[in-house]
């Protein structure tokens, strides 16, 4: 079994920072695209960054110049740095990762339980 665990969610104020990290557990073999989602409150889930194992970046243009997404592949851990935040961002923040396990090695897509953010006015 694969568990994403999330940490580093809370409340802020206003052009505050959060540092967020999701380290994966179990009998891994290897990780593929690493990324952070989001929902809002009647909204639906939606993509904040992505990383690939080589560490490539992808941004919606929501967190552009704001997030950095980055991993310790040694710690099997995804981090988010969030700057300059806005009451916009508050939503549950999911981990998500595409891990390979067993002696087939097969890949499959799994999620955290998400971590709260909350950014105050």
């Known amino acids: 079994q694969v568990q994403l665990v999330e940490s580093g969610g809370g409340l802020v104020q206003a052009g505050g920072s959060l540092r967020l990290s999701c380290a994966a557990s179990?009998?891994?073999?290897?990780?593929?695209?690493m990324g952070w989602y989001r929902q809002a409150p009647g909204k639906q889930r939606e993509l904040v960054a992505t990383i690939t194992s080589a560490s490539n970046t992808n941004y919606a243009d929501s967190g552009k110049g704001r997030f950095t997404i980055s991993r310790d592949n040694a710690k099997k851990t995804v981090y988010l740095q969030m700057n300059s935040l806005k009451p916009e961002d508050t939503a549950v923040y999911y981990c998500?990762?595409?891990?390979?396990?067993?002696?087939?090695?097969?890949?499959?897509?799994?999620w955290g339980q998400g971590t709260q953010v909350t950014v105050s006015s």
């Open positions: 179990g009998s891994i073999f290897s990780i593929g695209v």
């Open positions: 998500n990762a595409d891990v390979s396990t067993g002696i087939l090695r097969r890949s499959s897509n799994y």
